[in-house]
């Protein structure tokens, strides 16, 4: 076709000239190779000049005027296939739309009646399905908008001219030098040559108009998002000033300064209003794990989850994009959903959509997180928004690795923050990237006693005992497939304790008896999952402010001796350790087997994890029995055997010498510390009897008995 109209726009003047002596036109086709040459040079020259003309038609046998026509002819046509293809890509959104408008439609008249206009319903079931459309059409406009944008967006960046494609309009990636040998399409599409082809949006367009559909349009857009994401993420890890400096009001922890930072990163806010704040921390750490086994956790949302319990209590997979490659999975990315929570029902968890992108550079991998609005993401009252963030994993010599993270985040609190934890939240401690290293160290060390191949001396006695007990010299803890099976049965319980424990739907109950709190939150649910007791469980937690550091309760909490005054599961009665598993460096860090004596009940059991890092501790355990202990230690899947953990979190108040106002008083906080304390009831095994606000007032008064117990055990009534 390009030929032969080429042909005929280079004879136009003979053959006009031949029609009047009589004579018929001749036209004549180029040849594969003239075509093949014209096309290079078109994609490197869209307008030549007269000698250009001149040594290109020598070349491949042509004259010069019919270069310059084949050369009209050929702008014309790229020029048509652009506007063919912002009218697809329009015309297919405006179908989506019209169809969803004519099937309201429909729906509309098949409810209306012929006298009224309406159902014949009740006026309150009227103005109920009167305020559900206007919602779902405040949600349709939403949805029209955020594709519109989208659409506006992507379309204007695949029509820029050719000079600012050779200006680099995708951002290169640090160290290009490593991004450009990875060979998979998206680096092809964000940091390698095609990044620098002025025709890229016409060979991209070739594919027909399914790539203009909105998947291919989201497709395009997070690459291009989680580009300009790493390559920020790279500038913020690899340099301190001038983006950071060190806090003389947070111990010398490094903060961001904004001003510097948006000099060179321009941002537009995402929220508006008086609540909204910006948090940024960075931090450094070793940790006990190799680069590649980290990354791999990073990037299965499972493993997340088991790598941070006690910061992420739900995490998915929402579509992966680009799997990367074998080992170190380079060029991966992959839209995710997680959901972080402080340890407290009186902290509301935050929910990220957010792309993770994997990319190796010099000095090792970074993993980046970018919030990002998909089409089918659905809005939150949680509003928060991540910045790029995430951690630069450096290999060492001796198997660990140097982890340097950054977080950053937007954060519009709708829900005014609790007074109890607005200096721990504000300034960036509980979110921040110190609280994810400190709780990746503590889980490697946790990983690194799973894989021992020989028993600690301090940890074999208890096995012995644990064996006397049960009467079968095979139960053995101090073997390692027993250990093992323990701590796998010990993480299960603390993960199950921290999804519990966010509560954004509970009750609110005031504290019976005890002044200067803010009530227990009441959660009420119907478990019919493996590993938890079928039935209905009520769930209470609460968090009070003691005038204590905060190592000071965990010891409190770890001493045997001081177990009757708090568990109510020992009936007040003494209780000591019949197995010790060891899982970190700190004494406190470990998996106990407690038994309790109470002459009634032989075979109860208390299985116990605890654990402590300089952002807080945590005591979770849960009742069970000689014959449950004695399954999992036999090699029987412990994510059957039922379990349903309490306990209590400490953390430090974040803020040393303040005042804090309860109930119109001023209580001095000096090195103080916040407890929560959360119980797990079973109210119903047949789960057919809901459990009513008197189980509610139950455990609401089983919480107040035993924060008082604690209070006066600690000496801290007043």
Known sequence: MDSSMASAGGSADEGSQSHNNGRKTSYKRLSSSQTSRLERFIKDCPHPDEAQRRQLAAEIGL???QIKFWFQNKRTQIKNQHERADNTALRVENDRIHTENVTMQEALKSMLCPSCGGPPCLEGDREHAIHNMRLENMHLKEEHEKVSRLLSRYLESQMLPPDQFQQGFFPIIGSSSNAAGLGNPLNQVIGGSSSHDPNLALHMMDGGHNLFASEGIEKNLMA????????????LVRINEPFWIKSSSQDGKLCLLLEN???????TKHFKGPNVRIEATKESGIVNINSLQLVDMFLDSDKWVNLFPTIVSKAETLKVIERGLPGNRSGALQLMFQQMHVLSPFVQPREFQFLRFCQQIEEGLVI?????????QKPSIFQSWKHPSGCLIQELPNGCSMVTWVEHMEVDDKIQTHPLYKDIIVK???????????ELQRIC???AAFYVEKIPDHDAAGGQTFSYLTQNPNTLINSLEGRRSIMNFSHRMLKIFCESITMADGLDFPLCDLANTSGVRVSIRESKINGQPSGMIVAAATSIWLPLHYMKVFEFFLDDKNRAQWDVLTCGNQAHKVAHISNGIHPGNCVSVIRPFIPSENNALILQESFTTPMGSYVIYAPTDVATMTAAIMGEN???????????VICPDGEPNSAMAFDGADTERLGGSLLTVAFQILASADGRNMPNRKAGAAVNSLLTSTILR??????CNN
């Open 63 to 65: 004259e010069p005027r």
């Open 224 to 235: 291009k998002v989680a580009a300009t994401a790493m390559d920020e993420l790279v500038r």
């Open 261 to 267: 930072y948006q000099k060179m990163f321009l941002k």
């Open 368 to 376: 980046a997180d970018v919030s990002f609005d998909s089409f089918q």
């Open 428 to 438: 960036g401690v509980a979110y921040g990237a110190e609280r994810w290293i400190m």
């Open 445 to 447: 060390e946790r990983f």
């Open 638 to 648: 412990s994510s059957m055997l039922p379990v349903l953990p309490s306990g209590f």
């Open 710 to 715: 604690v209070r006066d055990a600690l000496n």
